[in-house]
């Protein structure tokens, strides 16, 4: 019992880390003011943006949206567990349109569907792998030792990553 009291105290600090990570990038854009900020705007047809500008869906950004919430579906499996399948979903949902919301309000990004049908997938992506790295452990606190250990290097890499982008001491330049 101390053991998974001891992964639970690390899996919520790891989650929060996230959660500020994730706010830094969605809701502050990692401190990077851009043109498109001044013209808010809502989009309710999903991937209208992405299919009016060069007639393909823009597949980095679709997949970036993806891929930033599948740490949120993996953090969800392991923290909600009592949680329906329709509940995590409808969690990943509303997060995403609050996120979405959060940007048109502030000024600081567009209210998109698409982000909210991306982001959506990608927690309920990372809630599959939750449920697939439980499915290989015989025993949860085991597999939630697991997680804890690859988020924790994760988050390292992740927060690494951001503050040398912040410092301009990557090759990728994002203002």
């Keep these: ?7 639970n105290k690390l899996t919520k600090a790891l989650f929060i880390i996230y959660l500020i990570a994730l706010c830094w990038i969605l809701l502050f ?19 209208r943006e992405a299919l009016r500008s060069n ?9 970036l949206n993806v891929l930033i919430f599948v740490p949120f579906g993996i953090y ?3 923290l909600f567990k009592r949680w329906t399948w329709i509940n995590k979903i409808f969690f990943f949902f509303l997060s995403s349109l609050m996120f979405e919301g959060l940007q048109f309000m502030l000024r600081i990004g567009a209210f998109d569907i698409t982000d909210i049908i991306t982001n959506t997938i990608g ?6 792998v939750f449920e697939a790295i439980e ?3 015989s025993n949860s606190v085991k597999a939630q030792k697991f997680i804890n250990i690859i988020a924790a290097i994760g ?3 992740m927060i690494s990553l951001l ?5 301009n001491m990557l090759p990728v330049r994002y203002q």
């Excluded at 013209?39 to 991937?47: A, G, K, L, Q, Y």
């Excluded at 927690?123 to 599959?128: E, F, S, V, Y």
């Excluded at 503050?163 to 410092?167: C, E, F, G, N, T």
Aim: no cysteine; proline share 4%.
């Design 1 to 7: 019992m101390k053991d998974n009291n001891r992964a």
């Design 29 to 47: 854009k990692l401190g990077v003011r851009f043109s498109y900020m001044d013209h808010r705007s809502v989009n309710f047809i999903p991937f």
């Design 55 to 63: 007639g393909k869906i823009n597949t980095p950004e679709t997949i």
């Design 76 to 78: 969800t499996g392991v």
């Design 123 to 128: 927690g309920a992506i990372g809630l599959l």
């Design 135 to 137: 499915k290989s452990f």
């Design 155 to 157: 988050t390292i890499f």
């Design 163 to 167: 503050v040398l982008l912040k410092l």
